[in-house]
């Protein structure tokens, strides 16, 4: 199975504040990672697919970058609502395999 | 708008059974292919299993093969998670999910999620 291991585990920053969290495959996953917010006691959302397309509504703050195992999920001004867990996602391999999650927190 | 209504969770003693249901609307069902997805208490996500739209190819995490099935009625825009032998480790939130892309096409991810239905397996 492919690992997918994420970066940091939680975090805490001031509204305004860029971030940044790192997801790492085991093996080469190509571009195929996408990302998820969870807000708490709500079902995921997709944000990020094939590592960089911004799914329909999701706000521009949002970014993604990567290939190959070393991906990126960024948001250049922490807002409020982003309060969340977010998860990367390889669907690259059999099974599918997420990352264990990174709780952003509001400082 | 589309819409995964879950149900049939319940608890259940280990190694009994549970047919879990997903009612799908606000889309064309049968292009789609749909997933299943559990979160234990407190823990992160994970897969557990994939029909294509026609219902023709299924897919399952490792842990659950043999144990559980995955199908599909188009007729009923429904799809189900029939699950035998549950052990306490299979205790979770049941996610049903719908692909982004049409069935058989990239990129396979998970656009649209249901609210979930709880899974508790204790004796």
């Known amino acids: 199975d492919i690992q997918m291991t994420q970066s940091p585990s939680a975090l805490s920053a001031s509204v305004g504040d860029r971030i940044t969290i790192t997801c790492r495959a085991s093996?080469?996953?190509?571009?195929?990672l996408n990302w998820y917010q969870q807000k708490p006691g709500k079902a995921p959302e997709l944000l990020i697919y094939?590592?960089?397309s911004l799914h329909g509504g999701v706000p521009l703050r949002f970014s993604g970058s990567g290939s190959g195992t070393d991906f990126t999920l960024t948001i250049t001004s922490l807002q409020p609502e982003d309060v969340a867990t977010y998860y990367c996602?390889?669907?690259?391999?059999?099974?599918?395999?997420f990352g264990q999650g990174t709780k952003v927190e509001i400082k | 708008e589309v819409r995964l209504v879950e149900s049939g969770g319940d608890l259940v003693q280990p190694g009994g059974s549970l047919r879990l249901s997903c009612a799908a609307s606000g889309f064309t069902f049968t292009n789609y292919a749909m997933a299943w997805v559990r979160q234990a208490p407190g823990k992160g996500l994970e897969w557990v299993s994939s029909?294509?739209?026609?219902?023709?190819?299924?897919f399952y995490t490792d842990s659950v093969k043999g144990r559980f099935t995955i199908f599909r009625d188009n007729s009923r825009n429904t799809v189900y998670l029939h699950m035998n032998s549950l052990r306490a480790e299979d205790t979770a939130l049941y996610y049903c999910?719908?692909?982004?892309?049409?069935?058989?096409?990239?990129?396979?991810?998970?656009?649209?999620w249901g609210q979930g239905t709880l899974v508790a397996v204790s004796s």
């Open positions: 093996q080469s996953i190509s571009r195929s």
């Open positions: 996602h390889q669907s690259f391999g059999n099974p599918w395999t």
């Open positions: 029909v294509t739209g026609t219902g023709g190819s299924t």
């Open positions: 094939s590592t960089s």
């Open positions: 999910a719908k692909y982004l892309a049409v069935s058989g096409t990239s990129p396979y991810c998970l656009e649209s």
